[in-house]
């Protein structure tokens, strides 16, 4: 394997992060930014350079799945030895298993699934259910807080649990006590066993760090003080750690997440170096204008083509959105642009329903993510057997499941203080069990709705199964289909067309997000479904929306107001995502400090969209004069060429791609008056 290959193809900054000398290292990958192939390459390049030997590697990943693709890429880099790469729970329980074989000590039971010792646990208690207690109990653990520290923890995170925290604490401790009575572990305990056997077990500790000297851990920003205590149990006293995240798509702070160990990298480890990948290579610049707006950041460097500008759609109605999203996904299906190709994006489970019924219509294929997890609710199998015994008319069993839920959302929404009946229209549910219930049963509502249309004497007995076949999930046989999923579980997936619906107030942001860490974390999350988009980007709300039953007036999301600012600015010929002008300024001052001195590929990168930006700008003012598209002006071909060639004479204009003898003729001068604005004797190579 040849090092050097292994560097083809990055930019200056891609290759900084591969090669640096630098230990612990973070590396801050925006979105787009190639995170996964500098990782891989890091990897890869520090053993073909010796630096590191891949049987002593250790690759730290949230999900099986990255891990196999871990695998996948480093193989095919040629690596002989594959590192060990897997989950920290993976990890931790397998160094668990070995320790205990050792010792011929029997392997605790693993307990999969809290909700049968949760259960009995609550017994006849109706405010909560096993999974809202399991939800409090993983956060607590996440963040290292015991039973007894739970009540004063839960509320500095001002934390909202169904019940008094107390009470919560209380079932906590009863928990851990009947898990030791049984011999039972569960996930979260694996990793508090392994950090606690390397703190006090040298000779274990001796072992694993021996078998485990380079330390890889990706998506940094979503570890948590938990998992943040096995790393550096793994790690000792040594510094060979190389973390990957992006801050800005922390999103997880709901289940322990912590951020601050990303962003304070260099205090939780001092002498560590850290290196910004800031440039895009999935988004257009039009899209990642809108990211850099929505997030408040720096403009972000664009490396694909132009595309069309953003737009934000309004619709009467949800129905109606549901109908216009549909065809809009038809308009952006063309020879070369599969139905796979694009998805729609919403912030809640409970908003696909709507967006599948009007593909159904329409005819479009779709896939639901995470369909399949729906069906296998507890509460939802449970209601769909009791319907497979119902031999009764559908439309009655449909309308007493109407009346039920909407007293349980009455219920519910009064029990946390909001007015079912108020008039700022929030009625979205608390993310608690008992919410996510209701939720999913008003989407068998408007499913069992569906039905009665097409079939208005369909038979309760029979809806499971049409169920089961119309709520597609992500099989080979939906492989050409288009994409409905949630902002998180869109999360690491991109698309050319992304269509993100429901913006609203009390959906973007959430209604639940009161404080102000909550409400910036929404803004993170909004950011992470726009920059799945990596040509076309359309955003949709509606005036009115219908919970359960009830029409309720709704408004724009606040954060479109940032969208559509940036819009604004790409119509008045801006290029907020392709904006070098620091870059630039930096290249001119140091620049004007000697003749001699040559800019680097960075420096010519800035120069070279800077003199695009102009370009693109003065294009749309011709192209406003003339009432005309900006391409009937000078095409995408013949301005990429004009900012990368950098003519300064007629004859360097002679030749170029896209750059016909009428056009040279018409706007020749101004063109070299641009390119010369930037390009001074002798200061930028061209």
């Not at 612990?24 to 990897?43: E, H, M, Q």
């Not at 009995?120 to 653990?141: F, Q």
């Not at 997440?257 to 988004?283: I, K, M, T």
């Not at 993510?369 to 507890?378: H, S, T, V």
Request: proline residues 5%; neutral net charge.
């Amino acid at each position: 394997m040849n090092p050097d290959r292994l560097l083809d193809g990055l930019d200056p900054a891609q290759r900084l992060a591969v090669t640096t000398d630098a230990q612990p290292l973070a590396i801050l990958a925006g979105a787009g930014s190639g995170k996964t192939r500098v990782l891989t390459r890091r990897i890869a390049h520090r053993c073909a350079t010796g630096t590191a030997d891949a049987r002593h590697v250790l690759a730290v990943t949230f999900t099986r799945k990255a891990a196999a693709e871990l695998d996948g890429r480093l193989r095919k880099m040629g690596l002989r030895d594959l590192p060990a790469a897997g989950t920290f729970h993976a990890l931790a329980y397998a160094q668990l298993r070995t320790i205990w074989a050792s010792e011929q000590k029997a392997a605790p039971t693993l307990l999969d699934r809290k909700g049968r010792i949760l259960g009995r646990i609550l017994g006849n208690t109706k405010r909560v259910r096993p999974a809202d207690l399991a939800a409090e109990i993983e956060w607590a653990k996440a963040r290292l807080v015991a039973p007894d520290g739970y009540a004063a923890a839960a509320a500095a995170a001002r934390r909202r649990p169904p019940v008094d925290p107390e009470r919560v604490a209380g079932w906590y401790l009863r928990y851990e006590q009947e898990k030791r009575k049984r011999g039972l572990v569960d996930f979260d305990d694996l990793l508090l066993l392994c950090a606690a056997r390397l703190e006090r077990d040298p000779s274990f500790a001796a072992a694993q760090r021996w078998r485990f000297r380079h330390l890889f851990v990706d998506e940094y920003q979503d570890v948590n003080p938990l998992q943040d205590r096995l790393l550096r149990a793994w790690m000792g006293d040594r510094t060979d750690l190389c973390v990957v995240g992006d801050p800005n798509q922390a999103i997880y702070s709901w289940n322990g997440a912590d951020a601050s160990f990303l962003l304070d990298f260099a205090e939780h480890h001092p002498g560590a170096e850290v290196v910004e990948l800031s440039d895009s290579y999935r988004s257009t610049p039009q899209v990642l204008a809108v990211a850099s707006a929505i997030i408040g950041g720096r403009p972000i460097g664009a490396h694909r083509a132009d595309g069309p500008p953003p737009v934000v759609v309004g619709y009467q109605s949800d129905v109606d959105e549901a109908n216009g999203v549909a065809r809009a996904v038809r308009d952006n299906h063309r020879p070369g642009r599969p139905w796979s190709s694009q998805a729609v994006l919403v912030r809640t489970n409970a908003q696909t329903t709507l967006f599948a019924e009007a593909f159904r219509k329409a005819s479009i294929p779709y896939r639901v993510r995470g369909a399949n997890r729906f069906l296998d609710e507890p509460d939802v199998g449970d209601l769909l057997q009791r319907f497979d015994r119902l031999s009764e008319p559908l439309v009655t069993t449909i309308n007493d499941l109407e009346e039920s839920v909407a007293r349980q959302r009455a219920e519910l929404l009064g029990a946390y203080g909001e007015d079912a009946d108020g008039e700022d229209g929030r009625h979205e549910l608390p993310d608690t069990a008992v919410g996510r219930r209701i939720d999913a049963f008003e989407q068998v509502v408007r499913l069992g709705r569906e039905l009665l249309a097409m079939e208005s004497g369909a038979r309760t007995d029979s809806f499971p199964n049409w169920l089961r076949a119309v709520l597609l999930d992500d099989g080979p046989a939906s492989a050409d289909a288009v994409t409905i999923a949630s902002f998180h579980s869109a999360k690491g997936l991109e698309w050319d067309v992304v269509h993100i619906a429901g913006c609203e107030d009390g959906y973007v942001p959430i209604s639940h997000a009161r404080t102000a860490e909550a409400r910036a974390e929404e803004e993170r999350l909004f950011y992470v479904a726009v920059t799945r988009a990596a040509e076309v980007l359309r955003c949709s709300w509606a005036k009115q929306r219908t919970f359960t039953t009830d029409p309720v007036d709704r408004v724009p999301s606040p954060l479109l107001t940032k969208v559509r600012d940036a819009i604004g600015h790409l119509e008045r010929g801006g290029r907020a995502a392709a904006d070098s002008s620091a870059a630039l300024a930096q290249t001119r001052e140091r620049l004007s400090a000697g003749a001699e001195v040559r800019p680097d590929a960075g420096d010519v990168l800035a120069v070279t969209n800077a003199i695009s930006a102009d370009l693109r700008s003065w294009r749309s003012e011709q192209a406003r004069k003339a009432g005309v598209r900006p391409t009937v002006v000078l095409s995408d071909r013949a301005l990429h060429a004009v900012a990368s060639a950098r003519p300064t004479t007629d004859d360097d204009l002679d030749g170029l791609a896209g750059l016909g003898r009428l056009a040279r003729r018409q706007h020749g001068a101004r063109l070299l008056e641009i390119v010369g604005s930037h390009v001074g004797s002798g200061s930028v190579p061209r």
